[in-house]
């Protein structure tokens, strides 16, 4: 394989991981931060991940690798996400930026929050390494999505650790650290998958990439972003991130 069909996923997944940094860039930035935003912008991340899960990814695999094997692929996916959720429990988005107290109990809460996002930052970048080797396209759309939720999650590391340091350098290092993540996953993908990288695996490989994301999707982002009474901005943004994604897969037609 050329060098650089293996540079651009790696590169694909560092560029999704950035925004991470942007996100807590964006949160310094909005003076009057509204719940409303980030519950809107993590439904908008939950509709595209969602709709490009069964709308591309398991549809695809179905039609190449059949519906039992691409079925056993998706759960197997959904049952990663669930083995990491339950042997390194992690905070939720919301309840980190909602902490209270003294500044010890911020910084700590943004610590475990960075912990818990790069946790789940690894599989998502193994999702666009592989992607991206089979459809180009369709990698680039997945690279998309988890951009777009990384924003909200820089934001949920960078908003507790600052009120904790009053520094902004220290609230970035961590958003970018938890970020990194993302093209470690690329490269464990590369290492683990590439020797054994058939038709059968690669397609396998989609359902079981649409099921970590509709795990991240279900468990994560939709029940953060209906909190404090936020479920019509919540289908909002779901609904939203689905139009787009139907509107974008038809331009790439």
């Known amino acids: 394989m050329e060098k650089t069909q293996i540079f651009l996923p790696l590169a694909l997944a560092f560029l999704a991981g950035i925004f991470t940094v942007i996100g807590s860039l964006v949160s310094f930035a909005i003076r009057d931060f509204k719940q409303s935003y980030l519950q809107f912008s993590l439904g908008l991340s939950a509709g595209v991940m969602i709709y490009l899960s069964f709308v591309e990814l398991l549809h695809i695999s179905i039609n190449n690798i059949g519906f039992l ?18 042997l390194i429990p992690h905070e939720y988005i919301g309840e980190k930026l909602c902490v209270t107290g003294r500044e010890k109990r911020y910084m700590v809460a943004g610590i475990f929050t960075a912990i818990g996002i790069a946790i789940h930052n690894i599989p998502e970048g193994m999702a666009v ?15 998309i999505a988890i951009a ?22 220290k609230a970035i290092f961590y958003s970018f650290v938890s970020g990194m993540a993302e093209p470690l996953g690329a490269v464990i993908a590369f290492f683990i998958l590439m020797p054994f990288l058939t038709q ?3 397609f396998f490989s989609f359902a079981f990439v649409a099921g970590i994301m509709v795990f991240i999707s279900f468990d994560e982002l939709l029940p953060l972003s209906c909190e404090d009474k936020g479920y019509h901005i919540s289908i909002a943004g779901v609904v939203t991130g689905m139009i787009i994604m139907a509107l974008s897969l038809n331009m790439l037609k």
Do not use: C, Q, W
């Open 69 to 86: 094997l691409s079925n056993v692929g998706f759960f197997s996916g959904v049952a990663l996400m669930m083995l990491v959720d339950f």
């Open 129 to 143: 390494f592989v992607t991206f080797l089979g459809d180009i396209k369709l990698g680039i759309l997945i690279a």
């Open 200 to 202: 059968t695996v690669l």
């Open 148 to 169: 777009l939720h990384n924003i909200p999650e820089g934001i949920a590391v960078s908003m507790p650790i600052f009120y904790a340091t009053k520094s902004r350098k």
